[in-house]
């Protein structure tokens, strides 16, 4: 699901079962990232595969890339994981106007 940055953000900051997952490139994650993000670039292909199988389907995901193309598949890719619940941030990082952790 697509949500606007503010309804991300603040659904993010008050979901107890939260994690915010940062899709992008190691060299895109240089220009900062939301706080308490964990990165897992979506470049990897299979290696992408892999690690998003390593974490917990009960959470709740808060996906984000750039632009917000990578994080809709991410999000597309995880539900046919068996991932229930994950929100895409719509416009991506280029648009974030919230805390930044460089």
Known sequence: ?????????????????????????????EEG?????????IYKGQGFIYQIEELDKSKNYYIYCKAGGRSGQACNIMNQLGFETTYNLA????????????
């Open 1 to 29: 699901m697509d949500l606007s940055q503010n309804d991300w953000w603040t659904k993010a900051q008050e979901d107890k079962n939260s994690i915010i997952l940062d899709v992008r490139t190691a060299e895109e994650c």
């Open 33 to 41: 990232i939301i706080p308490n993000a964990i990165n897992i670039d």
């Open 91 to 102: 416009e991506g990082f280029v648009q974030w106007e919230g805390p930044v952790t460089l």
